[in-house]
Every structure is written in C-alpha cells, then in structure tokens.
C-alpha cells in the first residue's frame, strides 16, 4: 500500500520534471533504493504534486517564492537547483538579482554573497 495519492504523484511527476528537467527528476527516481524511495515518491506527491499542483500561484511565482525561502535558510544546493528551475519558469536575471537583494537584506549579507556565487556559476553555464 502506498503512503501517497498515485494521481497526486503523477500530477507532482509532471510538474517536478517541467521545472527541474526530466533528466534530473528521472537520474534521482532511478538513483533511489529501498531506504529513499518513499522519500522521493512522498515528496514529489507532497512538494510537487500538492504544492506546485494548483494553479493559484503560477509558476514562476513559486519559483521566485522558493529562490526567497531556500536562501534564507542557506540551502545552497537546493537553491542552485530551483535556480536552474526558476530561469526554466521565466525568472529573469533581473529578478533573479532582486531576490538575492532582499535575501541580502533580510537573512545577511554573508548569505547573499553565497547566492550571488552559485548564481554566476549557473547563469554563466
């Protein structure tokens, strides 16, 4: 018996691949066991499927939304991999910029700095 709603896990399967690329999505589905499937299957039905699955907040919206929260709590790899997703959705470099401002601002500059660094990497990619 699964932990999940299977049509949530496929509305989540699709959106997580739309944002992150199915070659990402499908490369860490594959790379799961035993120990971290549920996991993966829980998360894309939560995170994906039931956060990203309504049409109240477009896209971009939650991308730009999750850059603000990933890099207030300093979570860099994630963010690098929003990031990748965010310019995927059409945020801007522009936009891009101006959440790191407020990140600046609002969590240190320490922390706008590492924003900063992981965002030339991937923009200049």
Same mark, same amino acid.
């Given at each position: 018996?699964?932990?999940?709603?299977?049509d949530?896990?496929?509305?989540?399967?699709?959106?997580?691949?739309?944002? $992150?690329?199915?070659?990402?999505?499908?490369?860490?589905?594959?790379?799961?066991?035993? !120990?971290?499937?549920? !996991?993966?299957? =829980? +998360?894309?039905?939560?995170?994906?499927?039931?956060?990203?699955?309504?049409?109240?907040?477009?896209?971009?919206?939650?991308? +730009? +939304?999750?850059?603000? +929260?990933?890099?207030? $709590?300093?979570?860099?790899?994630?963010?690098?991999?929003?990031?990748? @997703?965010?310019?995927?959705? @059409?945020?801007?470099?522009?936009?891009?910029?101006?959440?790191?401002?407020?990140? @600046?601002?609002?969590?240190?500059?320490?922390? =706008?700095?590492e924003?900063f660094?992981?965002?030339?990497?991937? $923009?200049?990619?």
């Amino acid at each position: 018996m699964s932990i999940f709603d299977e049509d949530l896990f496929l509305k989540g399967l699709q959106k997580r691949k739309a944002t $992150l690329g199915a070659e990402y999505v499908e490369t860490n589905l594959a790379a799961a066991d035993e !120990f971290t499937l549920p !996991f993966q299957e =829980a +998360m894309t039905a939560w995170c994906w499927g039931f956060g990203w699955g309504d049409d109240e907040i477009d896209v971009k919206t939650r991308s +730009m +939304m999750n850059l603000s +929260m990933l890099g207030a $709590l300093g979570k860099m790899q994630e963010w690098e991999i929003h990031l990748k @997703g965010a310019i995927t959705n @059409g945020v801007t470099h522009n936009e891009i910029r101006a959440i790191i401002h407020v990140i @600046g601002i609002y969590c240190g500059v320490p922390q =706008a700095v590492e924003c900063f660094r992981v965002a030339k990497n991937v $923009l200049s990619s």
